[in-house]
């Protein structure tokens, strides 16, 4: 009975353990002015856009948003080619007021939403991840594949359209 109780306890403090170590996808202490900034002008140097992906770790579809993209080749290889990436927190802790307002309010189309940003900091897309969703409980990976392809920094290139 022992032995079992020792080894009950063990693995719940294992478990504990790495659950504790997990790292959060979204940061409510961190500085999301400054890290966009950031963003900014590492898009700006790699011929990118900054996509912000707006939410918190309190939010299942942003959680599944970061999941099924990291998951699909396609997704994740045009995200990495095309988009400088960030998370910015929505939470009780940090709402982030400031930001979301110098976005238009993003927030009012639910969570996650994402915020594209041209290489000068620009917002020049706010997408309603609703229109994303599989009808399930994920999204359908065509449309969030399509949905970024349209946005991409080469899609929006002028000499496409001339």
């Not at 170590?21 to 700006?44: G, T």
Request: hydrophobic residues 40%; positive net charge.
């Amino acid at each position: 009975m022992k032995k079992n109780l020792f080894f009950f306890i063990s693995l719940m403090l294992i478990s504990f353990s790495i659950f504790a170590q997990e790292k959060k996808l979204y940061d409510a202490a961190a500085d999301a002015k400054a890290d966009i900034e950031v963003a900014v002008k590492k898009a700006a140097a790699e011929n990118k856009f900054v996509v912000l992906q707006a939410g918190g770790n309190w939010c299942s579809w942003c959680l599944e948003f970061a999941k099924i993209s990291k998951a699909n080749p396609q997704i994740d290889s045009l995200i990495n080619s095309s988009f400088v990436w960030y998370e910015l927190n929505f939470s009780k802790e940090n709402k982030n007021e400031d930001v979301f307002s110098k976005y238009g309010y993003p927030q009012r189309f639910g969570f996650p939403v994402f915020i594209i940003l041209d290489a000068k900091g620009h917002r020049i897309h706010t997408q309603n991840s609703e229109y994303l969703e599989d009808g399930k409980k994920s999204y359908d990976q065509k449309k969030v594949f399509e949905f970024l392809q349209q946005w991409t920094p080469k899609s929006l290139a002028a000499e496409n359209y001339k």
